[in-house]
């Protein structure tokens, strides 16, 4: 394994699809650290396609299920997430403590405005599908950036608490979700909720800093 330390600089397009899940959701889908911490707020759910990062391109399926009361903060994490790339899943557990799953993805542009994105998963040595939609763009460019909305994240992992805030910014267009097919054994089940809003970010660029890492205690 090749060690790619953080900072990280990330660089591509992707689509942002924003939540209220509530708490029962948050909480049902939270890591057991965070079991029953849920408190009102956004979730998210993050299509990405990475052209350029420190290990190399890779494609990226994740969700951050809502915020969660930790250590006196208000604090996000991320409960579910593949990469397309090995090394990303490596090395975002080793730098963030982010549990990354390996899986295939294939971003399809079937016009101008409309693209098909399909990610799959080999169980058995069978690849079926995990994740499949259809998204359309629109027209009309405007200025994004986390500062607008943060998503501080803490993830647990390997006796170790990994605190990181991520930050990026880009050229967003909203954007419609036409088709959605998931397997709720691989990924949560998002069929019940309709996204507030729905921006492709197009392009972009990510910080993924060091990540401020303690020791658990017993």
Request: net charge positive.
């Amino acid at each position: 394994m090749i060690n790619y330390p953080a900072p990280w600089k990330l660089q591509g397009y992707g689509y942002i699809l924003l939540y209220r899940f509530g708490t029962d959701f948050a909480n049902l889908q939270a890591p057991e650290f965070l079991a029953n911490k849920a408190i009102p707020g956004f979730g998210s759910v993050m299509l990405v396609n990475y052209q350029t990062s420190n290990c190399g391109p890779y494609g990226e399926l994740l969700v951050i299920p809502g915020k969660y009361q930790y250590d006196q903060k208000n604090i996000h994490t991320i409960s579910k997430i593949y990469v397309s790339s090995q090394a990303s899943v490596d090395n975002g557990r080793i730098n963030w403590g982010i549990p990354k799953e390996l899986a295939q993805f294939r971003f399809e542009s079937l016009s101008d405005k409309i693209e098909k994105v399909t990610v799959t998963s080999e169980n058995k040595g069978k690849s079926s599908p995990i994740f499949e939609a259809r998204l359309k763009c629109g027209s009309v460019p405007f200025p994004v950036s986390t500062r607008l909305l943060p998503f501080p994240l803490i993830q647990h992992l390997d006796g170790k608490a990994f605190q990181t805030t991520f930050s990026g910014k880009g050229t967003g267009r909203f954007a419609s979700m036409t088709d959605l097919s998931i397997d709720e054994n691989a990924f949560p089940d998002l069929s019940h909720f309709k996204p507030l809003v729905i921006i492709k970010v197009d392009p972009f660029e990510i910080t993924f800093p060091v990540a401020k890492i303690s020791n658990l205690t017993c």
